[in-house]
């Protein structure tokens, strides 16, 4: 069982900056790939940002939705058991709850089904 605990929300002006983290429970962490979601009020939970193991003792790989690309950088610390998501240049249509989930399969999908494990999630508010 792994326990996600999402912070670093808030509110801030476009423009700004934010980094969320994820401090997850469970010996297991660094071979998880974890991922980033957001939902907004009204629409679908989607993807923003995934990692996973690719390889080596430091490697790994990561991707991102076209609408963050550039702006977002997902990264992870498994000596703390802990997944950041650095947010740059926000913009008034990124603010979403923000979630955190965990890949058991190491897959690092886009879909918020191949997601295992899922945190309760922080909110992050861009004002104009």
């Known amino acids: 069982q792994v326990q996600l605990v999402e912070s670093g929300g808030g509110l801030v002006q476009a423009g700004g900056s934010l980094r969320l983290s994820c401090a997850a429970s469970g010996r297991t962490f660094s071979v998880y790939a974890m991922g980033w979601f957001r939902q907004a009020p009204g629409k679908e939970r989607e993807f923003v940002a995934a990692?996973?193991?690719?390889?080596?003792?430091?490697?790994?790989?990561?991707y991102y939705a076209d609408s963050v690309k550039g702006r977002f950088t997902i990264s992870r610390d498994n000596a703390k058991n802990t997944v950041y998501l650095q947010m740059n240049s926000l913009k008034p249509e990124d603010t979403a709850v923000y979630y955190c989930a965990a890949d058991r399969d190491r897959i690092a999908t886009m879909y918020a089904k191949g997601y295992d494990y899922w945190g309760q999630g922080t909110q992050v508010t861009v004002s104009s």
């Open positions: 990692i996973r193991w690719s390889g080596g003792n430091t490697y790994y790989a990561a």
